[in-house]
């Protein structure tokens, strides 16, 4: 399925955001030494170019080469990723991601009490 907006990552766009959060701001090559799995240069820099024009990268000119900074937050951008699940998976509900996570064991009552508590304790400072 192809995606028409502007705000969803895929898998590859995130592995290379991850590397530009994590490095700063970044040549092409310094992101794909970054990266786990071996990528071709200029598949590197075709992933470049696409999230600068999604808006998630900006890229300045420094002598030949160009260099891309991150225009997102990580925080930012991992709540648009589960913005999204929820959206497309569950309907808008997160509810029923919280009863998806118990069905299937993926979190059980004991942590998700301890969850609530940690949010509550937070929502209190805030």
Known sequence: M??????GLT???LEVMQAIWKLGSSSVSAVQAEL????????VQTMLNILE???KLRRELD????VYSSRVTEAKA??????DIIDRMF???TEELVMSLLKNRQIDAKRLAKITKKFNEEAKES
């Open 11 to 13: 898998k590859l766009e």
């Open 63 to 66: 002598g030949r080469a160009y």
């Open 78 to 83: 991992l709540g648009q990723g589960v913005s």
């Open 36 to 43: 786990e799995r071996p990528l071709a240069y200029t598949t």
């Open 91 to 93: 309907g808008g509900s």
């Open 53 to 55: 024009r999604k808006g």
């Open 2 to 7: 192809k995606r028409s907006d502007k705000t």
